[in-house]
Nanobody, 124 residues
């Protein structure tokens, strides 16, 4: 079965960096678009970043573009999110998601498998 396990969250001060990782198993990772979503307290889950199956197409929400970088290692079945210049408004639970198929528009696909999430807290 599909398993997605996030790690790397924590408590940091504004301006700091964090790198999230997602270890994937149980499906063909190298053929699947992947994404990061986040959910802040009292808010709905929102899209943060996505990467297509081959890694050559990425997409970002306007709120994180220029600060966050999504990447993948298909040899290691790992998805990453490098977060720089963190702001208090980035505080959320971050979820890794898998589409289970590949495309060239990873921001537009349906993500059907989800990890349990990792907490990121940014203090001011």
């Amino acid at each position: 079965q599909v398993q997605l396990v996030e790690s790397g969250g924590g408590l940091v001060q504004a301006g700091a960096s964090l790198r999230l990782s997602c270890a994937a198993s149980g499906y063909r990772f190298s053929e699947s678009d992947m994404a990061w979503f986040r959910q802040a307290p009292g808010k709905e889950r929102e899209f943060a970043a996505a990467i297509n199956w081959s890694g050559d197409v990425t997409s970002y929400a306007a709120s994180v573009r220029g600060r966050f970088t999504v990447s993948r290692d298909n040899a290691k079945n790992t998805l990453s999110l490098q977060m720089n210049g963190l702001k208090p408004e980035d505080t959320a639970i971050y979820y890794c998601a898998a589409a289970l198929f590949g495309s060239n528009r990873p921001e537009n696909v349906y993500y059907e498998s989800w990890g349990q999430g990792t907490q990121v807290t940014v203090s001011s």
